[in-house]
């Protein structure tokens, strides 16, 4: 028993750590795939390996390239960023490695590229892939002889650092049809870290939710706004094509055009909100109505004129809502608890009462917890 509760207390005090780790680089989530990416960024925080990232846009590679160097033995070194895709091309090769006063027209002085910049610590060649060819073997002669050659200037430059690279392309299709450098592809790719897209990890949604709007009510000096369930149901079903930026987006959005209290229906963007009546999604009720004081605490909808509603017509929004709310999870009851906004007692009580997925497992419900 006491080695029992030994290990409880110890997963308990190791969640809270990654808790806190994780609000500090801006990864938020507690799902099985962000978990693996996090795992990985603790065994790499202190090497000098370079990690080729991949991910879809949005998806936060440089949230966790930055964790990589931020949480380990790099942390007092610089870091720099470096977003290859909209770098100018007849630019790229002075802005990375630096030139000489007179190289070109415009330099009026010495400047210093930023390899040289990151000289001791990291940097990040985020879109990696979209490099043009030529630039390609001067990064790799750089990473190989591990100094840089100002444009302009005979004198080669030491620079030690350590090459995080990031890219949404598949870079192994890209070699073979010869549009990226196999020799570079390896250089880089010596252990690959995959970051996976918002709509594979719809567990961690709650969490984004309440990290983006805290962050969007310091912005603005006030108190975090509140989804009702209704909304929190709808922004729960849609993909994110553009991925986390687009879900921070979203949120900001719907906090500029709230009325201050709640965040509802109206607020949605359109992509999100058309959800409403597609895919065969039952419509929601016109406004937040639950019978259950766990719910109504959370969804109450200040200065909205009351229209009176049976009984019967409320049992059945009710019962409309948690049933919808049930099939976009699939039946994990744990996340539309989460969703819902109530606890898994209440959920628990209120599925039994509409007669709702009792048969049903819990898919993925031992991905909510650090194990």
Not at 149 to 175: C, F, W
Not at 300 to 307: E, L
């Amino acid at each position: 028993m006491a080695e029992k509760v030994r290990l409880v207390e110890e997963n308990e005090f190791l969640r809270q750590r990654m808790d806190s780790e994780t609000a500090a680089h801006g990864i938020v989530g507690s799902s099985a795939k962000i978990q693996d990416v996090l795992r990985m960024v603790a065994r790499l925080k202190d090497t000098r390996t370079p990690v080729l990232i991949y991910g879809e846009s949005g998806t936060g590679k440089e949230l966790v390239a930055r964790a990589m160097h931020f949480r380990g033995a790099f942390s007092g070194r610089p870091f720099v960023a470096v977003d290859c895709g909209s770098l100018v091309p007849t630019l790229i090769e002075s802005e990375l490695f630096g030139y000489e006063k007179g190289a070109f027209t415009g330099a009026l002085k010495s400047k210093q590229g930023l390899f040289q910049a990151a000289d001791g610590g990291t940097i990040f060649l985020d879109e990696v892939g979209e490099l043009p060819l030529e630039l390609q073997a001067k990064l790799l002669r750089v990473l190989q002889e591990k100094e840089v050659r100002p444009v302009g200037s005979n004198q080669r430059i030491k620079v030690d650092v350590r090459v995080i690279a990031a890219t949404n392309r598949d870079l192994e299709a890209a070699y073979k049809n010869g549009t990226f450098r196999k020799d570079l592809y390896f250089r880089l790719n010596v252990v690959t870290l995959y970051v996976p897209a918002l709509r594979d990890r719809k567990e961690d949604l709650p969490a984004l939710f309440d990290a983006f709007l805290a962050e969007s009510a310091r912005a603005n000096g006030r108190k975090p706004l509140k989804l009702s369930y209704e909304a929190m149901a709808l922004m729960c079903s849609y993909d994110y094509p553009g991925n986390v930026r687009e879900l921070e987006n979203c949120v900001e959005r719907a906090v500029a055009l709230g009325n201050g209290q709640i965040i509802d229906l109206g607020d949605l963007p359109p992509a999100i909100a058309s959800g409403a009546t597609a895919g065969g999604m039952l419509p929601p009720p016109e406004r937040p109505t639950v019978l259950d004081p766990d719910l109504a605490a959370t969804h109450a909808v200040a200065d909205s004129p009351r229209v009176p509603v049976s009984t019967t017509d409320l049992e059945d929004i009710e019962r409309a809502t948690i049933q919808r709310v049930f099939e976009q999870v699939h039946g994990d009851k744990a996340l539309a608890g989460r969703m819902l906004g109530i606890s898994r007692a209440t959920l628990y009580r209120k599925l039994k009462r509409y007669n709702i997925g009792m048969g049903a497992s819990e898919p993925g419900a031992s991905s909510h917890t650090l194990q």
